[in-house]
């Protein structure tokens, strides 16, 4: 199957930096990424799509000034959290969308990248 | 609006049983449905999903579900668990196939020997 890479898979900041996670599918080329944030015990929540080459689509309640995401190139999407805070704080997640079809559309999921703000 | 509820938070089965996983969805049209599963600081991985057709779909490492259309339901089942198949367990459904999935809250599957 498809092949999703994260980086870094954990990453510690202090309070205020700004963090960059990328999401790379590594054999295959994606038009549109998804960006999740899963809490400790709980489930995925969808931040955004990624769209190459244009604005993402942010999910309500998702501030798009503190969750920035590029989709620079058809393998590569990034997620940039700004002046972050311990509240920040999460397993991010992302997936690239294969459309095969309406049959054999399919997410390929990133291994995630944990975050923790001190 | 789309949403999918898992009843169960956690489920504890011994080697060797068998099992079933609920899931519960809400949706407008034809949904397209999934199952997820999540080790331990990982990402996912689908185990299988339905978008038409055969309501009894397999999927991998012995799993199978049922989509009862009646019922709102896609339940996950697996005749004989092993101890590696302790882990998370997403249901999740989607208007087009994965495209902008929800996902449910999840069962943490235990397994004792």
């Known amino acids: 199957g498809a092949v999703v890479s994260q980086h870094p898979s954990w990453v510690i900041c202090k309070s205020g930096t700004s963090v960059k996670i990328e999401c790379r599918s590594l054999?295959?080329?994606?038009?549109?990424m998804f960006w999740y944030r899963q809490f400790p015990k709980q489930s995925l929540m969808l931040m955004a799509t990624?769209?190459?080459?244009?604005?993402?689509?942010?999910e309500q309640g998702v501030e798009k000034d503190k969750f920035l995401i590029n989709h620079a190139s058809l393998t590569l999407s990034t997620l940039t959290v700004t002046s972050a805070h311990p509240e920040d704080s999460s397993f991010y997640i992302c997936?690239?969308?294969?459309?095969?079809?309406?049959?054999?559309?399919?997410?390929?999921f990133g291994e995630g990248s944990r975050l923790t703000v001190l | 609006a789309q949403s999918v509820t898992q009843p169960d938070i956690h489920i504890t089965v011994s080697e060797g049983a068998s099992l079933e996983l609920r899931c519960n969805y809400s949706?407008?049209?034809?949904?397209?449905l999934f199952w997820y599963v999540q080790s331990p600081g990982q990402g996912l991985q689908l185990l299988l999903k339905?978008?038409?057709?055969?309501?009894l779909v397999q999927g991998i490492k012995g799993f199978e579900a049922e989509f009862k259309r009646s019922q709102s339901s896609f339940n996950l089942r697996k005749p004989s668990v092993h101890w590696s198949d302790a882990a998370e367990y997403f249901c999740?459904?989607?208007?087009?196939?994965?495209?902008?999935?929800?996902f449910g809250a999840g069962t943490r599957l235990f397994v004792k020997a």
């Open positions: 949706y407008g049209a034809t949904p397209y």
């Open positions: 339905y978008f038409s057709g055969d309501t």
């Open positions: 997936s690239a969308y294969v459309s095969g079809g309406e049959e054999t559309g399919e997410l390929f």
């Open positions: 990624s769209n190459e080459g244009s604005k993402a689509t942010y």
């Open positions: 054999d295959f080329q994606a038009t549109t």
């Open positions: 999740a459904v989607a208007s087009t196939g994965g495209f902008k999935t929800i």
